[in-house]
């Protein structure tokens, strides 16, 4: 069964992981140090995968899949959404949809949005 709202995953991870660096005594701005550095160790991670698949050290040979590049993957973009909510507890899906925009603005061409949905009533069209 899939989440509705992954951040609600998300805000969830976010919450129990603060709760476990707290215990340990740990600042916020510590906290969030530490976050961001487990999301570095997650994109080597991805990088070591695709080493792996490209056979690119030839001690190990060809060590990974595609499969498993694609959850180190999934795996960073977890832990970076993390990250973000940690530090942005109140809006992070909000602040996330924004930089999200403003960054693909340059790559994605303004569009009108997509009509809606047909009601199944009769469709009117012109000649």
């Known amino acids: 069964m899939r989440d509705n709202d992954p951040w609600d995953t998300i805000r969830r991870l976010a919450a129990r992981f603060a709760e ?34 490209r056979a690119a050290n030839p001690r190990k040979g060809r060590s990974h899949d595609w499969e498993q590049v694609q959850e180190e993957v999934v795996d960073a973009v977890i832990t970076g959404m993390v990250a973000l909510t940690r530090m942005r507890p109140d809006d992070a899906p909000e602040f996330f949809a924004s930089v999200l925009a403003r960054k693909s603005a340059a790559f994605l061409p303004h569009t009108d949005p997509p009509p809606p949905p047909h009601d199944g009533g009769p469709v009117v069209t012109s000649r």
Not at 20 to 36: I, M, N, S, Y
Not at 37 to 42: D, P, R, T, V, Y
Request: aromatic share 6%.
């Open 20 to 53: 476990f660096d707290a215990e340990r005594g740990l600042a916020a701005e510590e906290q969030w140090t530490l976050q961001v550095l487990k999301l570095s160790e997650e994109v080597g991670e991805a990088a070591q995968a695709v080493i792996g698949v």
